[in-house]
Each structure stands twice: as C-alpha cells, then as structure tokens.
C-alpha cells in the first residue's frame, strides 16, 4: 500500500511558476514509476508527465513540454512537478500517481495504468 499526498498548489499570474511535491509513504518507493495527472472543471483527467522509478527517463505532455520538469528523489520518498510559464490553460487540481514497475526504464501515461492516487492539490493561474 502507498499513500501519496500533494503539496505546493496555490493561486499563481500567468508567467509566474510553481512546484508541486507528492511524498509518498511505505519503504519502497523506489518499486514505483510515477505520474503527474490533472483535472481541469468539466473535464477529464488528463497525463502532465511521467517519470521511471529510477528517475532516468520522463515523458510530458506535449502542451508542457519545455515548461514543466518532473523529477523525484528517492531517498526522500518525493516527486516533484516543477511548473514555470504557467498559463490560464493550467488551471486544475494537480493528482500525483504510483504504479508498481519491474522493469526501471518504464513510464505510464494513461489514468488505469496506476495503483494509488493522491487527493490532489489545486493550481489556479490568473490572466
């Protein structure tokens, strides 16, 4: 079991930047290949970005690519979101994700692939 709890959210300009942190619990954080996920009103929830469980391949959202880097360290049990050039567009509740990986060059994409979920953290940019 892995409990997964979001940090850093809050009201931001447009330009401005932000970092978001997902601390995970349990001792074998390191098993698990994790995912940045958001949900803007109305919508569904959609990929932001991924990262291996040894850290050394990620994948991004086109739409974000060049402006958000996710990262994790995994003797803090933590991954990271940090978003810089936010636009309106961002606007959403921001959902880390874990899912178990035998293999530590994989990364997921999709919502089903993962086990456990956080209770997301609000990220609201003004125009």
């Known amino acids: 079991q892995v409990q997964l709890v979001e940090s850093g959210g809050g009201l931001m300009q447009a330009g401005g930047s932000l970092r978001l942190s997902c601390a995970a619990s349990?001792?074998?954080?390191?098993?698990?290949?994790m995912g940045w996920f958001r949900q803007a009103p109305g919508k569904e929830r959609e990929f932001v970005a991924a990262?291996?469980?040894?850290?050394?391949?990620?994948d991004a959202l086109d739409s974000v690519k060049g402006r958000f880097t996710i990262s994790r360290d995994n003797a803090k049990n933590t991954v990271y979101l940090q978003m810089n050039s936010l636009k309106p567009e961002d606007t959403a509740v921001y959902y880390c994700?874990?899912?178990?990986?035998?293999?530590?060059?994989?990364?997921?994409?999709?919502?089903?692939?993962?086990?456990?979920w956080g209770q997301g953290t609000q990220v609201t940019v003004s125009s």
């Open positions: 990262i291996s469980r040894s850290g050394s391949i990620t």
């Open positions: 994700a874990a899912v178990f990986s035998l293999t530590y060059g994989l990364v997921y994409r999709k919502v089903g692939q993962y086990d456990y």
């Open positions: 349990g001792r074998t954080f390191s098993s698990y290949a």
